[in-house]
């Protein structure tokens, strides 16, 4: 199934919920297989991955695992390959029989690690190539959580399913050209962008792709809408991060400096380092005056 992710929210959102929780998700697509929205791992997940069996083994799990909940509206619950804790949920878009994609949490326990669950490990990993030793450190190192923290984890995570299903960041590629075109320069901004590859990955035609720019820009080019999302990205970066400006500007997509800072300019009316510097002023004078009034606390 030809899907469209807007990997950029849905990357925030798992960030978002692992820095709340301490649990990891990810998104799998309609096969069960990652789309590379996360690439942390546990300490023993990574090791197991490293061992090309375990990580067939964990692809497959995976696939199975999704082939077991489509169809569902709850959370899977299930034991991995290797016996931690995962849960899937299938997410839909249009056809509520058909999932486009799955939520997936997992590499923890629903109870502390003892030596007893870590024999029970070591029965079932005979292909295990790897150092053992540190494999089991890695086993003890994971988290647990109990029944009722899981099952309120669950039900959050329902609940933000539905949220992605209503800002349509998974969508069939049928989906409206509209939406398809915001998608794709949602998530490919950074690379290097022409009206031919676009009409070529989106399947539209020329006139038409230029009249979805304009409508989705107010009235510019498809040139303009491109310039527009990199600068909406630089701006979240200037004021979020550190970084050189100059390192900014190829972190989207922009490697020229100088052409930078003049678009920049063009869209905000401000070279890139007044708007941070700016922005850095207006956040001193809010924390002031909210200080002198009383109002934070």
């Avoid at 489509?70 to 290797?82: E, I, L, M, N």
């Avoid at 326990?109 to 029965?123: I, N, Q």
């Avoid at 949220?163 to 989906?175: D, E, H, S, T, V």
């Amino acid at each position: 199934m030809n899907v469209l992710f807007d990997q950029e929210q849905l990357a925030r959102l798992i960030s978002s919920l692992q820095t709340l929780t301490g649990i990891r998700a990810n998104v799998l697509d309609a096969s069960g297989r990652d789309i590379g929205l996360t690439i942390g791992h546990t300490a023993f997940c990574r090791q197991i991955n490293e061992d090309p069996a375990g990580h067939a083994r964990c692809l497959a799990c995976d696939a199975a695992a999704a082939k077991a909940c489509a169809g569902r509206t709850h959370f899977y619950f299930y034991h991995c390959h290797v016996g931690l804790c995962e849960a899937m949920l299938p997410l839909y878009a249009g056809d509520p029989n058909v999932p486009v994609a799955y939520l997936i949490l997992g590499q923890f326990l629903e109870s502390a690690p003892d030596e007893e669950r870590w024999r029970s490990v070591c029965d079932g990993i005979g292909w295990y190539s790897g150092n053992v030793d540190t494999l089991r450190e890695g086993f003890f190192a994971l988290r647990c959580y109990p029944q009722k923290t899981l099952q309120a984890y669950a039900e959050v995570m329902e609940a933000l399913a539905a949220y992605i299903r209503l800002k349509g960041m998974i969508l069939p590629a049928g989906g409206s050209d509209l939406r398809r075109l915001e998608l794709y320069l949602n998530e490919h901004y950074t690379e290097k962008l022409s009206l031919a590859l676009l009409c070529e990955r989106l399947q539209i035609g020329r006139t038409r792709l230029c009249r979805l720019a304009r409508e989705l820009s107010g009235g510019h080019t498809l040139s303009w809408l491109i310039a527009q999302r990199r600068i909406e990205a630089a701006k979240a970066l200037l004021l979020q991060t550190s970084m050189p400006i100059s390192a900014v500007a190829e972190a989207v997509g922009i490697s020229d400096y100088n052409y930078f800072s003049r678009l920049f300019r063009t869209v905000t009316g401000l070279t890139p380092r007044k708007f941070r510097l700016n922005r850095e002023g207006s956040y001193k004078n809010i924390v002031q005056n909210g200080e002198n009034s009383g109002d934070f606390s």
